[in-house]
Every structure is written in C-alpha cells, then in structure tokens.
C-alpha cells in the first residue's frame, strides 16, 4: 500500500541509548519532515528535508539528527535518549509543496525510562 | 516563531449538533489553510483546507470559514456524529519552502 511506513511502533529506552526511528514513503515525495505529539503541545516540529542531501532544523531539534540520502528514507536520530523525548513521533511527506497535502505516518510510541 | 492559536483546547458535542473551532494567525501573510483530522492511534490525516482568497470552502458537513481582516479561520461540523470524536488541528503555510504551522489541536468528543 502506498504511504509513508514509520518503524517501529512503540519502543521503550533506557536513558542514554541510542536509536533511529525510521520513515519510508513510496510516493516519490521530495518533502518530508518529524514531528513530536506531547499533550497539550499539539505538533512540534523536528526536522525536515525538501529533497535529498537537504536537512534544516525545525522547532525542537535538540537532541534529534536527521539525514536524508534518497528521497524514500528519512531515518530520525536519537544519539543519547531522555526522559524529557518521551512522545509520540509522526513523520510525514509531501509531493504538493513544502505546505501543502501532508500525509502522515501511523507514528512511533517512544517511552524513555 | 510563527503561530497559530487554536481554541477551544477540548469540545463535547451532543449527536447532531454543530461544532465550532477556531483558530487566529498572527501578522504574517500564510498562503493556505489546512485542518487535519486525528483519532486515537493514527497520524493526522488531511480533512479540508481553504485559500485566503475565498472567505469559505464546504465538503459535506465540514466548512471552513475564513475572515482575512480578522486574521482568524474555523471549523464548522455540521450534524456531529459520534465518529466524528477525534482531534482537529487547524494549520497555515506561510508560503516558500517553509514547513506548516500547526495549532495545539483541539479534542472533540461528540456524544450521543
């Protein structure tokens, strides 16, 4: 099914570790971006790419990298996991414009303990 | 940083009745005007969105109405239905390679 595929689902942390969320899409889109959900935060913006080679910082892109090598993949980077990047993760990609007809991810549960 | 209020943060509907969201842009010139849907579990997902040149744009019992001078655009649903309970987040685009600007999203729960 096309779509953007985040792996994995949920996933609980030590603080400290490292992990990589991952981001596929199969609809050639050249624009893709992490957002964080925490409650009452809405939707926070991490980091995004308008092609490949392209990264820049959105919101709260402490702690996160990014990387974008083919316009498919955007992997999410947690070099040393806190307690404080506990949320839920969405990623999401566009074809229309770096605003326009965003289409999400089903997101990733992260807990760090 | 550009922002977006949205309001109420949380809404309970009776079964066919309207609701209203609301949300006010501050004084910058956003291009376009998209609300998602979200409900438990799953990413936002795209419902409808209006163009500053047009004051309100309808899809079945969802409208957008839109006052530019006032800076502020809402959501009317139309006989509410109880799957309609999810999450609303009104976003803008100010144009350019420039991400969306969210809305903190406003809870929705339409009981019967």
């Known amino acids: ?113 | 940083q550009q922002q977006v209020k949205q309001s109420p943060q949380s809404l309970i509907v009776q079964k066919g009745g309207i609701s209203i969201i609301n949300c006010a842009y501050e004084n910058t010139a956003f291009d376009y005007f998209p609300w998602y849907q979200q409900f438990p579990g799953k990413g936002p997902a795209l419902l409808i969105a209006i163009r500053p040149d047009v004051s309100e744009k309808k899809e079945g019992r969802f409208t957008i109405s839109f006052n530019k001078s006032a800076k502020q655009f809402s959501l009317h649903i139309m006989d509410s239905q109880p799957g309609d309970s999810a999450t609303y987040f009104c976003a803008a685009w100010p144009s350019g390679n420039t991400p969306l600007v969210f809305g903190k999203g406003t809870r929705l729960s339409v009981i019967a």
């Open chain 1, 1 to 113: 099914n096309a779509g953007v595929t985040q792996t994995p689902k949920f996933q609980v942390l030590k603080t400290g570790q490292s992990m990589t969320l991952q981001c596929a899409q199969d609809m050639n889109h050249e624009y893709m971006s992490w957002y964080r959900q925490d409650p009452g935060m809405g939707l926070r913006l991490i980091h995004y790419s308008v092609g490949a080679g392209i990264t820049d910082q959105g919101e709260v892109p402490n702690g996160y990298n990014v990387s974008r090598s083919t316009t498919e993949d955007f992997p999410l980077r947690l070099l040393s996991a806190a307690p404080s990047q506990t949320s839920v993760y969405f990623c999401a990609s566009s074809n229309a414009g770096v605003g326009l007809g965003y289409t999400f991810g089903s997101g990733t549960r992260l807990t760090v303990v």
